[in-house]
């Protein structure tokens, strides 16, 4: 199977801090990694597909770039709602899950 | 607007069985694959089954394989997951979604999901 290292596994920001969180794959992938946000007690929604396609009904200041085995989701200006967990997931082969990656308030 | 909604879940002794089930409104249930993903309390998620439109193709996790079923009903716009001999380690909230495809890939990403049903397994 495909596994899907996150880095890292947690962070602190700031309102309005830009943050990257990344997803390394380990093998390639092309474009096949999408990105989720879960917010406690909730359901993941769909953030990001196929690496940088915006879901719809996303908000802009989330963006995904890469091909390939490396990969980023990028937050450009951290809003209250934003703090919450964060998984990519590979959809190459075997559908996997990155370990999630804990947004926290600083 | 796409509305999942899972039942089912419960307490269940190692060894037991239960059958989820997820009821889909607000999108043509028939022409989408579908997914059951699960959450143990604090953990990751886990891609568990995912299952075709018209039921022909289905996939299993290496965890569940043998163990546990999907299946659905077009006719009723429902989904299901038998789930038999149960493990402590399948505790977990079960979400059923909604496949989106991706470049072509089908059953690629998960673009709505219900709010989930917890099984716990336990003596």
């Known amino acids: 199977d495909i596994q899907v290292t996150q880095s890292p596994s947690s962070l602190s920001a700031s309102l309005g801090d830009s943050v990257t969180v990344t997803c390394r794959a380990s093998q390639n992938i092309s474009v096949y990694l999408n990105w989720y946000q879960q917010r406690p007690g909730k359901a993941p929604k769909l953030l990001i597909y196929g690496a940088s396609n915006l879901q719809s009904g996303a908000p802009s200041r989330f963006s995904g770039r890469g091909s390939g085995t490396d990969f980023t989701l990028t937050i450009s200006s951290l809003q209250p709602e934003d703090f919450a967990t964060y998984y990519c997931?590979?959809?190459?082969?075997?559908?996997?899950f990155g370990q999630g990656t804990k947004v926290e308030v600083k | 607007q796409v509305h999942l909604v899972e039942s089912g879940g419960g307490l269940v002794k190692p060894g037991g069985s239960l059958r989820l089930s997820c009821a889909a409104s607000g999108f043509n249930f028939s022409d989408s694959f579908m997914t059951w993903i699960r959450q143990a309390p604090g953990k990751g998620l886990e891609w568990v089954s995912y299952?075709?439109?018209?039921?022909?193709?289905?996939y299993y996790a290496e965890s569940v394989e043998g163990r546990f079923t999907i299946s659905r009903d077009n006719a009723k716009n429902s989904l299901y997951l038998q789930m038999n001999n149960l493990r402590a380690e399948d505790t977990a909230t079960y979400y059923c979604?909604?496949?989106?495809?991706?470049?072509?890939?089908?059953?690629?990403?998960?673009?709505?999901w219900g709010q989930g049903t917890l099984v716990t397994g336990s003596s």
């Open positions: 997931q590979q959809c190459y082969s075997t559908r996997t």
């Open positions: 979604a909604r496949n989106q495809a991706v470049l072509g890939v089908v059953a690629a990403s998960l673009d709505s």
């Open positions: 299952i075709s439109n018209r039921g022909t193709t289905t």
